[in-house]
């Protein structure tokens, strides 16, 4: 009833944009930011400014990794290069970290504005899962994913996390690496090949198949199912409702 095959006995979940309809927030977060940040560098560069791109600049560059990795592989595509700075920077500082700071004031702003939504069908199809008796993580790179997990109502369908805290405290390498969910399959005691992974960001598909997972599944939030597919997705969904409705 799962649409996954037999030996698939642990499922692997991101957050935003697979779980929870934050995958907004945050490219809306992103944007705010980097759009004030390249407004001042023109400004006092006398340069033309040109906006982040919500839609090609986070697909390509920030969606699913790493909140300091996001912002440096951004600035890379510019030509901008900051120092790292550390983790406490405020977010006026003008370094990696502090503009990774800006960002996830931003974000937890919108979330305690906006709320967090879960969408329906990836609940329904974790809660079968459960039911199958398939064990469940989520593997996210925000910070935050343990306040999502509550604000959405959806924290106890999962028996283990591996998020931003945890990549920071272990040293994990962010997606694409497939460090992270490497490290919640050993959380479970799985082995990749019995695992899926679902995923909408293009990062993260990518690090599904670098770990030689038994299932890429890409969710297609926004119309890209087809660089889902090349970036190493072996099933693209909708929704997760769909695969229970599989033959």
């Known amino acids: 009833m799962l649409g996954l095959p037999d030996h698939v006995r642990t499922c692997l979940f991101d957050l935003d944009g697979v779980l929870t309809r934050t995958a907004k927030v945050h490219a809306a977060a992103w944007k705010e930011m980097f759009d004030d940040y390249l407004r001042q560098r023109a400004g006092r560069e006398g340069a033309p ?3 982040f791109d919500a839609v090609q600049d986070y697909d390509e560059y920030v969606d699913g990794r790493p909140r300091e ?3 440096r592989t951004f600035l890379a595509s510019r030509g901008i290069e900051l120092p790292e700075g550390g983790p406490d920077d405020p977010p006026e500082t003008e370094t990696v970290n502090g503009l990774g700071t800006r960002k996830n004031d931003l974000v937890l702003r919108r979330v305690r504005e906006e709320g967090v939504e ?3 069908g990836s609940v329904a ?3 079968a899962a459960r039911d199958a008796g398939l064990r469940r993580a989520v593997v996210s790179s925000s910070a935050n994913c343990r306040d999502v997990l509550v604000a959405a109502g959806i924290e106890d369908l999962f028996e283990e996390r591996i998020d931003g805290v945890v ?10 690496a497939p460090d992270t969910y490497l490290a919640a399959a050993r959380l479970l005691g799985a082995e990749p090949g019995d695992a899926a992974v679902f995923e909408d960001a293009l990062a993260g598909v990518e690090a599904g198949r670098a770990g030689r997972f038994g299932l890429v599944v890409g969710v297609d939030r926004t119309g890209q199912a087809a660089e889902l597919r090349r970036h190493g997705a072996d099933v693209v969904v909708t929704d997760l409702a769909e695969l229970m409705e599989s033959p």
């Open 49 to 51: 400014f040109v906006p």
């Open 167 to 176: 990549v920071r405290e272990q040293r994990l390498r962010g997606k694409p």
């Open 118 to 120: 879960a969408y329906e």
């Open 69 to 71: 990795d996001g912002v």
């Open 125 to 127: 199809f974790v809660r």
